[in-house]
């Protein structure tokens, strides 16, 4: 299976806080993306990080990905009790498919 | 920006029926659509990738006959779920695949599928 492992599984922070997710895979990529899914519905695409690069930033979203341990790490600064959702990672190989990691559900409570 | 429409967003079927949930890109041509199935609390597990004009390509263990799906032009995928059963119970999202100027991946809203 090329689907990647996020950890933890579930995170549980208090508003304000920050929030770190990993993601490991076990293929070479082209890009890592990052999804938030909120309960029972679709996917919403957050940051995509190339092969070649190191770290990227959008707004609250810092996103790093070590190629030499084929791994990624998302964090999200000042969370916001919008924030709680499903966050996966999802690598992306020659072949223009998608493959998402389990998952972590954040929890930010007010 | 890119949208991709799906419908039904939840459809409530017997065993032993079919039910169809429809993709459309808007505002965009999906040359290829991919159709994803999703367990509670669970990943999401790539089911199929469909080009349009072409057969679907399906991922091992996905039965083929069992999961129809039609890719006729750029803007419209569906997936017909057929001889539905309980254990086809699930949350089906689709992808369209955009290598336009927006290039990526827009998912639909989702369908959840509760087979009785």
């Known amino acids: 299976s090329q689907q990647g492992e996020e950890d933890p599984q579930a995170l549980s922070i208090q508003e304000g806080e920050n929030a770190t997710m990993n993601c490991s895979y076990k293929?070479?990529?082209?890009?890592l993306q990052w999804y938030r899914q909120n309960s029972g519905r679709g996917l919403v695409h957050l940051i995509l990080?190339?092969?070649?690069?190191r770290e990227k930033h959008s707004g609250r979203l810092r996103v790093t990905l070590d190629t030499s341990k084929k791994s990624s790490s998302l964090l999200i600064t000042a969370s916001r009790a919008a924030d709680t959702a499903s966050y996966f990672c999802a690598t992306e190989t020659g072949a223009n498919n998608l493959f998402f990691g389990t998952g972590t559900r954040l929890t930010v409570i007010p | 920006g890119a949208v991709v429409s799906q419908h039904p967003s939840r459809v409530i079927c017997k065993s032993g029926t079919s039910v169809k949930i429809e993709c459309r890109s808007l505002d965009f041509q999906a040359t290829t659509m991919f159709w994803y199935r999703q367990f509670p609390k669970k990943s999401l597990m790539l089911m199929a990738t469909s080009n349009e004009g072409s057969k679907a390509t399906y991922e091992q263990g996905v039965e083929k006959d069992k999961f129809l799906i039609n890719h006729a032009s750029l803007t419209l995928s569906t997936l017909t779920v057929t001889s539905a059963h309980p254990e086809d119970s699930s949350f089906y999202i689709c992808s369209g695949f955009d290598r336009g100027p927006s290039y990526g991946y827009t998912f639909g809203s989702g369908t959840r599928l509760t087979v009785v």
């Open positions: 293929t070479s990529i082209n890009n």
């Open positions: 990080i190339r092969s070649n690069e």
